[in-house]
């Protein structure tokens, strides 16, 4: 499976761009320098790797991504 950029989301006045790399993984990549700040998985529970953000931060991405209708979430446990 190809990526698939799945939106944009703004979270603490940084724009990040939402990737899917395959089924149910994601990574997020801030656009001011284009760079790779964490990824996540949305399986039966979520996991999230940040790599230059807190894990916090990257949670919140996630979240407001989901809410933004960004990401596939039918199916899935309540978020958290």
């Known amino acids: 499976m190809q ?3 799945k939106g944009m989301v703004r979270v603490e ?3 990040y ?3 899917r790399i ?3 993984s994601y990574e997020v990549v ?8 964490g990824s996540f998985n949305t399986g039966l529970r979520m996991h999230f790797s940040a790599s230059s953000v807190d894990e916090a931060l990257l949670r919140e991405i996630a979240r ?4 933004g209708a ?5 199916g899935r446990p ?3």
């Open 3 to 5: 990526e698939v950029v």
């Open 13 to 15: 006045g940084v724009t």
């Open 17 to 19: 761009r939402v990737v």
């Open 22 to 24: 395959r089924r149910g």
């Open 30 to 37: 801030r656009i001011l320098d284009d760079t790779l700040v």
């Open 64 to 67: 407001v991504a989901i809410q």
């Open 70 to 74: 960004k990401l596939s979430w039918v």
């Open 78 to 80: 309540a978020f958290g």
